[in-house]
């Protein structure tokens, strides 16, 4: 990576200016600064009704623990290193095993003190300097001073508690965005750090960095008034040092802040995360022309060739996640391409593929997913079923937008697959006699959830650092609904300017789904058994784009992705034609790049 | 992966049977047992002099906890997931959160019993039946079948352990190695469970399965005589029931056992390691065609070039290790290439590469270093080197053979670089006038460890499924000897037949060791300081191989490797020439297969 100019890069790629980690950092400042002032004003509010025009925080202090040097079990085999996510957010280190302190006027990288030694394996031992320059952190400390810069912090912040009006001033002379007071607060100093649940993976992060164990921690949130006493847990008895016996560790406050900072993106991620949308779209695009059609190729092969394009051309050296490159009926597992099923079949010349890769750049994600007959003809078995997975994300584009609820959108990618299944025979609506039962709509049968045999994930995610990006369902969003396919979508809120999400429909023949659904008496009689049957090891179709949801109200979503998608797209590319093709033939998919001359994918790898 | 046939592969690659890993468990069972009759054989001497003809021990129960399935943090980003060394040594089991039982007579495999909806998201569930089949297990239970299994075990071995003699036979009649008595012995019921130093990464392999934790654990080793009363700590306190009772874990035993057997490789593992080395091969060779010697290509896109060719035509997933793509100054770096030093540097006509790649498959490692010129030719002021390093390993070639020490042939290699050093003026003997001091002789210098300032690491490791294989440092082997390089040596242990190590000599220029080297009053006189001014900062060179120690007494040791190696071999292929050679003017490197008219290496993958 290269900073001389304040940027990271991996060779001759996107450059990823400094500063979007320095927006991210106010980002957080503002937003925890202006909830730790409004529950002030709330707190003091509720002692103090005559005084509410003078009101302060006790400031901010928030420490990170970045990731540590991983090892498989307990060897000395490293897998690379990768930044834990909201380290990387914050700071954009590229090094383990550091630690963060952010304060308003300042953020402190700490790093560990290497041995000399470690010059002759790992290379020349970068200088605290020369991270401050590459970081642009306001200092870098070694970990084992991170204690007494933290005493010092709170130590300079508790006097100044007292007498903060001026120090909180702006250097121009501005007030910052809270008020301040003349009298100092009773209640404890608090630092701040990232407890939460992923609501992805069920996990909890809970990396708090060792040197705090001795502070009690808070085990009620920052503003939660049901009761204002502050209440502790574990650390060390309060001790006699006047600053360190009036400071807890408050782990509910930041958790759901610095996960919002996430859920939408600044115009630089905005940038950077198209970038990496592109060159994604160009690697899948690459794999559709060097499939071979005669059945000599394996899955894994298609992997290998994803990787490669990225990493070479565009130096993305680890991949958002393990990729899918599933073939015939392996086109219907979900998630195919783990150890146990590691892409390991043959590719036949009558299979239809369905593709979900995606490159990381700089810690930047993409989620690309593309289907397509490994012979390069659709077929009139597959036409029907690609064409209902993309009239339903064009469901999508045309209602995503600020203010409409991603759970309608769901509901809208399902109706319109189960459409598509209405015109090819594969459900009905019920109601051709008295013992059918009334006649049904297929937004009655969408909330049967009969999509959900068919579609039995979500409709999409928000994307970012992460994959499946944090935020989904953070409190005071609207709740998971526990509904078949309902239950997998990773977000149910209301869009908002720059969310950027990734539409996924997809539609599966999954041998114990229909199993379920032709037993079941409410959903049976909606279903024709026979084309069922006909289709059933067939597979599935998914399309995934990148979306971006525009900052204007009424503005429709902005597709990041660049891959063929329309039927005549994909024979055109598979057959050899040219990519972007400088023509648009579907608006409707809202790819903004499409016919944009400034975008050129680069050339295939050398390979001699 | 494939196992119809009793096999293992990915695509239409080398199939690896099943039987390695039976060949493997009984190797394990053999040593154990033998260990275990031994002990007894000598406790049993010292409490009851007069009956020593009637030995048994308690017979053998291993329980071996499977890898985890991993994931990033707290997010649902899972890795592909890597099988733990020790239990794919024993198991060859790809699917992670599984545990195996192994006693005389049975292996059982414990798998988790997954959820329905596993399905829908990772592929047919299979069926216990399945992988009985697929991994040629005993028996294969669920998790939670685990501990009423082990007390079904723990209980008939009970019972039969005073009416063994009969079982303890092989159905044809014959004795098992080990004697056998009438009366039970009155120690507890032992389970052995792996517990020990990697001596490579210093962290203790432990990961105890959670069911054995209510189980005492003992303190010490098995065959400690010092204290012959049972100690044992942890656990709950022994209950009611008879064989529980009866029962600790006893975590020292197996290791050092377990380990020694992976040191020395069976006929199919050296067959799966000779074919994980030539892939090896191939792909060097293929990087080494493809390097753009105009300065527009990086080192990250020869890693990509490596992984790609490993990947899409011989089926390795992952590397053995993070490449290691150093160019000019960065060829000094021991371990470049990791997430601080992402291989990110152009690389420039005029520089010299050292690229330190290995495939793995099917677990098993390769681990090979080609040195080069960008640009296809050797300068004047490389060739030395290189020749050095070259000069370097056939010294080792001519020595390594059963009998001989591997701190010998460590110290061997230096000699020969020092040798070369001498010759192209870097070092001097001394002794040119009275005030210098007696001229010391290469082997001197080599003891003063003047060799370590320019080769600072090991000559070689043992290689197996781990890169740094196990083994090295074990009790009774030749300890660590504490003096700058050989503290590097990851053994120093007498090559026995059927070990597997890599030769990988080497000759750097770095900085803070030339430092400390002239600025050392003892060193410095031997080094000519304009000489070595001369080649600061120009990288260095390193050359590695893997061999085979073959069974015969006195028989030289076989090289793997078929890379290019001779200064006209690399420059041929690097102008393009066919390889391998099919004519071998370097026999002295003794790669056994160079003229194998059958080794032919695949093609380039396709890129369009």
């Not at 550091?98 to 031992?125: F, N, R, S």
């Not at 970012?464 to 396919?485: N, S």
Request: aromatic share 8%; glycine share 6%.
């Amino acid at each position: 990576m290269n900073n001389n100019k304040g940027f990271f890069s991996l060779g001759d790629n996107y450059r990823v200016p400094l500063e979007l980690f320095q927006i991210n950092r106010d980002k957080l400042r503002t937003r925890l600064l202006s909830k730790l002032s409004s529950s002030f004003n709330n707190e003091n509010n509720h002692h103090n009704h005559d005084n509410n025009n003078n009101i302060d925080n006790d400031g901010m202090i928030v420490i990170l623990q970045g990731g540590l040097s991983p090892s498989r079990y307990d060897t000395d085999h490293e897998p690379i290193f990768r930044q834990e996510s909201y380290f990387w957010w914050l700071t954009g280190v590229k090094e383990p095993d550091c630690t963060m302190i952010l304060t308003e006027q300042e953020w402190i990288l700490a790093i560990p003190h290497l041995p000399p030694d470690y010059a002759t394996v790992m290379g020349k031992i970068k200088t605290r300097t020369d991270l401050q320059q590459e970081y642009g952190a306001d200092r870098v400390i070694y970990t084992h001073e991170l204690e007494s810069t933290l005493d010092t912090i709170l130590l300079s912040s508790t006097t100044s508690s007292s007498s903060s009006s001026s120090d909180q001033q702006n250097e121009d002379g501005e007030n910052n965005s809270f008020e301040t007071i003349s009298t100092p607060t009773t209640r404890p100093r608090r630092i701040y750090v990232l407890k939460g649940l992923n609501t992805d993976s069920g996990m909890v992060y809970d990396m708090i960095p060792p040197l705090l164990e001795k502070y009690p921690r808070t085990i009620k949130r920052y503003d939660d008034e049901e009761d204002e006493e502050e209440e502790a847990t574990g650390g060390e008895p309060l001790g006699q040092d006047h600053h360190r016996q009036a400071v807890v560790v408050d782990e509910h406050t930041l958790f759901p802040i610095l996960a919002e900072c996430r859920v939408t993106k600044s115009p630089l991620e905005l940038a950077l995360m198209e970038h990496v949308t592109q060159i994604t779209s160009f690697a899948h695009t690459y794999v559709m022309r060097n499939i071979q059609p005669d059945g000599t190729m394996w899955e894994y092969q298609a992997e290998s060739l994803f990787r490669h394009y990225t990493y070479y051309n565009y130096g993305s050296r680890i991949q958002s996640y393990t990729s899918i490159c599933g073939c015939g009926p392996n086109a219907a597992i979900l998630h195919y391409g783990h150890a146990g099923e590691p892409n390991s079949r043959r590719i036949l010349p009558d299979d239809n593929c369905l593709f979900d890769m995606g490159a990381e750049y700089q810690c930047y994600a993409s989620d690309i997913t593309c289907s397509f007959p490994a012979n390069g003809k659709f077929s009139t078995k597959y036409s029907p079923i690609y064409q209902a997975v993309l009239d339903a994300q064009i469901a999508v584009y045309q209602m995503a937008k600020p203010g409409i609820s991603w759970m309608d959108c769901h509901k809208a990618a399902e109706a319109s697959i189960l459409q598509s299944l209405l015109q090819i025979g594969m459900i009905r609506l019920g109601g051709d006699d008295d013992n059918d039962g009334p006649r049904k709509t297929i937004e009655e049968l969408v909330e049967m959830r009969l999509g959900a045999v068919f579609m039995p994930h979500g409709l999409g995610h928000f994307i970012g650092i992460d994959t499946h990006d944090v935020g989904g369902y953070l409190p005071d969003c609207p709740p998971r609904i526990q509904q078949p396919g309902l239950v997998k979508l990773r977000t149910a809120r209301i869009l908002e300017p720059n969310m950027v999400l990734t539409v996924e429909p997809g539609c599966y023949f999954i041998d114990h789904l229909l199993d379920s659904a032709l037993a079941d008496p409410l959903l049976s009689k909606y279903l024709c058994h026979e084309v069922v049957e006909e289709y059933r090891g067939y597979g599935g179709v998914r399309l995934e784009d990148v979306i971006w949801i525009p900052p204007t109200e009424g503005e429709s979503c902005v597709n990041f992705t660049l891959c063929p998608r329309t039927i005549s797209e994909v024979e055109y590319v598979m057959a050899g034609g040219k990519w972007p093709p400088m023509k648009d033939e579907a608006p409707e998919l809202r790819r903004i790049r499409l016919t944009d001359t400034t975008v050129s994918p680069l050339g295939p790898p050398p390979s001699k």
